[in-house]
T-cell receptor, first 114, second 111 residues
Framework: DQQVKQNSPSLSVQEGRISILNCDYT??????FLWYKKYPAEGPTFLIS?????DKNEDGRFTVFLNKSAKHLSLHIVPSQPGDSAVYFC?????????????FGAGTRLTVKP | NAGVTQTPKFQVLKTGQSMTLQCAQD?????MSWYRQDPGMGLRLIHY???????DQGEVPNGYNVSRSTTEDFPLRLLSAAPSQTSVYFC??????????FGPGTRLLVL
């Protein structure tokens, strides 16, 4: 069963506009959430994270929002740049069980058009 | 700092062959793990290690073995390759904080 779901396989936005990537999860024990970015032929790189005690975390152009009651998180990129074009993975872990056992979504391919 | 390195980058195997995917990290991280990435499935955890001498199974461990004799190295062994093991394999390391550093991946094709 896929405990972390990214229902949009792809997203295309214009340079300078906002990109919103969504992620839903089913396991209420997940307590820590991460976004990774992946370019072709490279490994994923960590982008931003949020723990369940927060509902928002911001790092420059990237903001992650967490809605625990809806089991939903989103990544906002403002403004979007062509270099942001990549596959974005949402991941979640249950630190009380095993901090190292991250469950990943299937990814969303973001294309930012100049 | 090389970070997390993986060899080989690409490998073709015949069904039934065995091989070892190498992974090394130079950041002195306690945690190391192996993931496989398949289309439409995201990354799935195969095995992980919380320190030298300690390993455990992840979400999809069948057909794979691991060992952790040193902090730096975490090889993944395929004992008898099957076409279902065609995938891209990523090794990762992390501290207790949770975010992982991933290697560049090994693309494996089993014929």
């Amino acid at each position: 069963d896929q405990q972390v779901k990214q229902n949009s396989p792809s997203l295309s936005v214009q340079e300078g506009r906002i990109s919103i990537l969504n992620c839903d999860y089913t396991n209420s024990m997940f307590d820590y959430f991460l976004w990774y970015k992946k370019y072709p032929a490279e490994g994923p790189t960590f982008l931003i994270s949020i723990s369940s005690i927060k509902d928002k975390n911001e790092d420059g152009r990237f903001t992650v929002f967490l809605n625990k009651s809806a089991k939903h998180l989103s990544l906002h990129i403002v403004p979007s740049q062509p270099g942001d074009s990549a596959v974005y993975f949402c991941a979640a872990s249950d630190p009380w069980r095993n901090n190292n056992d991250m469950r990943f979504g299937a990814g969303t391919r973001l294309t930012v058009k100049p | 700092n090389a970070g997390v390195t993986q060899t080989p980058k690409f490998q073709v195997l015949k069904t039934g062959q065995s091989m070892t995917l190498q992974c090394a990290q130079d950041m002195n991280h306690e945690y190391m793990s192996w993931y496989r990435q398949d289309p439409g499935m995201g990354l799935r955890l195969i095995h992980y290690s919380v320190g030298a001498g300690i390993t455990d199974q992840g979400e999809v461990p069948n057909g794979y073995n691991v060992s952790r004799s040193t902090t730096e190295d975490f090889p993944l062994r395929l004992l008898s390759a099957a076409p279902s093991q065609t995938s891209v394999y990523f090794c990762a390391s992390s501290t207790t904080s949770g975010s992982s550093n991933f290697g560049p991946g090994t693309r494996l094709l089993v014929l």
